[in-house]
């Protein structure tokens, strides 16, 4: 198993559809993160998750809801979203919240919104 | 605010070294990191800096100098495979989950 697992790889929605992105990681770190990357622009974080409590939203839309309900999964509901929401959502995971160490990240969502 | 600078794009020769420069602008600093993200790939750690000086690790090798906000990313002997984008990152609080990222440096290597 790798360490970090996106699902699904590529995702084409309507903007009336819901959807939902879902991560796992089986490295059994305590915090896990959502990051939108778009063409020529940087990373951008959207949540941060710490021991399942949100401790960072970077004030991201309402239509994107993110749910933690364990240490190793996470999932990013997505409703009524727009064409500019079309990117790759990545998601990472770190040891520990306090603990500077490197994000693992997944292979990503690719996401496109007609 | 926070704000990180890279080159965008960079061409370099098999077998030559190249210099990737990033500086930034951060409310804090709780170290500096850079990654290797290929095409449709997920990002993957190269290295980690906090302290000035350099960190080598193989043929990749990065400097860091925190009162100049500055850090390359030093790569010897050039691969084909070394053709990617390279993301400088920095933490800029202590609880280490806040991480901001530069635009990230394109890099193509030649035959």
């Known amino acids: 198993e790798t360490g970090v697992t996106q699902t699904p790889r590529h995702l084409v929605m309507g903007m009336t559809n819901k959807k939902s992105l879902k991560c796992e990681q089986h490295l059994g770190h305590n915090a896990m993160y959502w990051y939108k990357q778009s063409a020529k622009k940087p990373l951008e974080l959207m949540f941060v998750y710490s021991l399942e409590e949100r401790v960072e939203n970077n004030s991201v839309p309402s239509r994107f809801s993110p749910e933690c309900p364990n240490s190793s999964h996470l999932f990013l509901h997505l409703h009524t979203l727009q064409p500019e929401d079309s990117a790759l959502y990545l998601c990472?995971?770190?040891?520990?919240?306090?603990?500077?160490?490197?994000?693992?990240f997944g292979e990503g969502s690719r996401l496109t919104v007609l | 605010g926070q704000n990180i600078d890279q080159p965008t794009e960079m061409t370099a020769t098999e077998g030559a070294i190249v210099q990737i420069n990033c500086t930034y602008q951060?409310?804090?600093?709780?170290?500096l990191f850079w990654y290797q993200q290929h095409a449709g790939e997920a990002p993957t750690f190269l290295s980690y800096?906090?302290?000035?000086g350099l960190e080598e690790k193989g043929r990749f090798s990065s400097f860091l100098s925190r009162s100049k906000g500055y850090s390359y990313l030093l790569l010897k002997e050039l691969q084909m495979k070394d053709s990617a984008s390279y993301l400088c990152a920095v933490s800029p609080d202590n609880y280490g989950q806040n991480f901001v990222f530069g635009p990230g440096t394109r890099l193509s290597v030649l035959p």
């Open positions: 800096n906090v302290l000035d």
């Open positions: 951060t409310s804090g600093f709780n170290g």
């Open positions: 990472a995971s770190s040891q520990d919240r306090g603990v500077t160490g490197e994000l693992f």
